[in-house]
């Protein structure tokens, strides 16, 4: 009798067991424990998806200002038939020639310094700055960036779009400060699109418009 009564309590035990088991396995998969990894992983496409369009805006604005620099390096170097003047640069880097002229009287820079690109340069620099250019890149950049750091790690698309803000970050830094000689510049720009395109290409499906 004992030997039965010791099997039977072994029995229930083990039955107890299982059942509690099976119970916290359900409790782990529950339907609110699936919502939530949802909601999580939606809300962090999201964020990956507002990143992406500021970013893309950023990329944009860098490409155009990267195209006045080199304009304005060109110029410097060959001017109009080597005659330079503040309304060939402006033609030549499609400012207006208002502000440029403005920007020389604050520099003193007079036409006379146009043939050294450095002088070129600085002005167009100066003209985007006061137009708020680079301004507006920053902050489309910085407010990317407050996306990303919003998005768990082990997101797809998370580390792509970390690389796109960086080349993004990257690009703004020489166009603030372009270094190089003017083929070097070329390169330079040249490099920062490609990968711009390439991260474009691989995301634009998911995170496009």
């Not at 359900?26 to 496409?45: C, F, H, L, Q, R």
């Not at 200002?65 to 038939?81: D, L």
């Amino acid at each position: 009798m004992k030997l039965n009564k010791l099997i039977t309590i072994i029995l229930l035990a083990s039955t107890l067991l299982t059942v509690t088991s099976c119970n916290t396995g359900s409790a782990n998969n529950s339907p609110e424990s699936n919502n939530s990894t949802v909601e999580s992983v939606d809300k962090g496409n999201d964020e990956l998806k507002k990143a992406y369009g500021l970013l893309v805006s950023a990329s944009d604005k860098l490409k155009s200002m990267a195209k006045v620099i080199q304009n304005a390096w060109y110029y410097g170097i060959y001017g109009n038939n080597h005659k330079h003047t503040y309304s060939g640069l402006a033609q030549q880097t499609g400012l207006s020639s208002s502000d440029i002229v403005e920007v020389c009287k604050n520099y003193g820079i007079f036409e006379s310094n146009l043939d050294e690109f450095s002088y070129d340069i600085l002005i167009v620099k100066e003209v985007m700055n006061k137009k708020g250019y680079y301004e507006d890149v920053s902050s489309l950049i910085n407010e990317a960036k407050t996306s990303i750091q919003n998005v768990t790690k082990d997101l797809d698309n998370y580390k792509d779009m970390k690389n796109f803000y960086s080349t993004c970050n990257a690009y703004l830094e020489w166009v603030s400060n372009p270094s190089g000689n003017f083929n070097q510049a070329q390169d330079t720009i040249n490099n920062y699109e490609k990968e711009i395109k390439d991260y474009k290409n691989d995301m634009e499906f998911d995170y496009g418009n």
